[in-house]
């Protein structure tokens, strides 16, 4: 099992950037795929990025060519680096874990990301 907690959230203006952080607690890090999800007021919760295992990149449409995902596994973390932010992307966003042979996700409590116009 793996604690995750998300930091780096706050208030930009469009344009701005920010990089999120997701921390992780406990063992085989390195043998969990992780992602970054986010959730907007009435919206369902969407994929935003993933990066597997062995360090392969995913993105939702919407943020392909703005944000990053990376990790660093020595660090046990993950994270989210975000460009050209726009007032659409403000949401809770969330960083969770998968590991390698299981279906069961955790999750971190959510950084919220608001991006003014």
């Known amino acids: 099992q793996v604690q995750l907690v998300e930091s780096g959230g706050g208030l930009v203006q469009a344009g701005g950037s920010l990089r999120l952080s997701c921390a992780a607690s406990?063992?085989?890090?390195?043998?969990?795929?992780m992602g970054w999800y986010r959730q907007a007021p009435g919206k369902q919760r969407e994929l935003v990025a993933i990066i597997s295992i062995g360090g392969s990149t995913n993105y939702a449409d919407s943020v392909k060519g703005r944000f990053t995902i990376s990790r660093d596994n020595a660090k046990n973390s993950v994270y989210l680096q975000m460009n050209s932010l726009k007032p659409e992307d403000t949401a809770l966003y969330y960083c969770?874990?998968?590991?390698?042979?299981?279906?069961?996700?955790?999750w971190g409590q959510g950084t919220q990301v608001t991006v003014s116009s």
């Open positions: 406990g063992s085989s890090f390195s043998l969990h795929n």
């Open positions: 969770a874990a998968r590991r390698f042979g299981s279906n069961d996700d955790y």
